[in-house]
Nanobody
Framework: QVQLIESGGGLVQAGGSLRLSCAAS????????MGWFRQAPGKEREFVAT????????SYANFVKGRFTISRLNAKNTVYLQMNSLKPEDTAVYYC???????????????????WGQGTQVTVSS
């Protein structure tokens, strides 16, 4: 069983930066693909970024390309989401997710993820 705990959310002005962290209680080595998703008020949860188990491959939603960077440090069982040039429309609850996968795979669909964190609030003021 894997438990995920997100941290690093908060209130930031437009144009600012935040780094989210997702710490796994169980072992999340290269056999786990990881992803970040977000849900804004009144909207469905949507894909943000994903990274392969070995950290080599990643994929991003178009609306965050060039602004957000996903990374992982398997030795610390932690995945990060560096968010730069934040916009008010980035305001949402951000969720970390994990699934057992081959080390090179990335997964965009939230339906395949097996484990989810409780989320961390990110609020971007204009």
């Amino acid at each position: 069983q894997v438990q995920l705990i997100e941290s690093g959310g908060g209130l930031v002005q437009a144009g600012g930066s935040l780094r989210l962290s997702c710490a796994a209680s169980g072992r999340t080595d290269s056999s786990y693909g990881m992803g970040w998703f977000r849900q804004a008020p009144g909207k469905e949860r949507e894909f943000v970024a994903t990274i392969s188990g070995n950290g080599v491959r990643s994929s991003y939603a178009n609306f965050v390309k060039g602004r957000f960077t996903i990374s992982r440090l398997n030795a610390k069982n932690t995945v990060y989401l560096q968010m730069n040039s934040l916009k008010p429309e980035d305001t949402a609850v951000y969720y970390c997710a994990a699934l057992r996968a081959t080390e090179w795979a990335t997964y965009v669909s939230q339906n395949v993820y097996q484990y989810w964190g409780q989320g961390t609030q990110v609020t971007v003021s204009s």
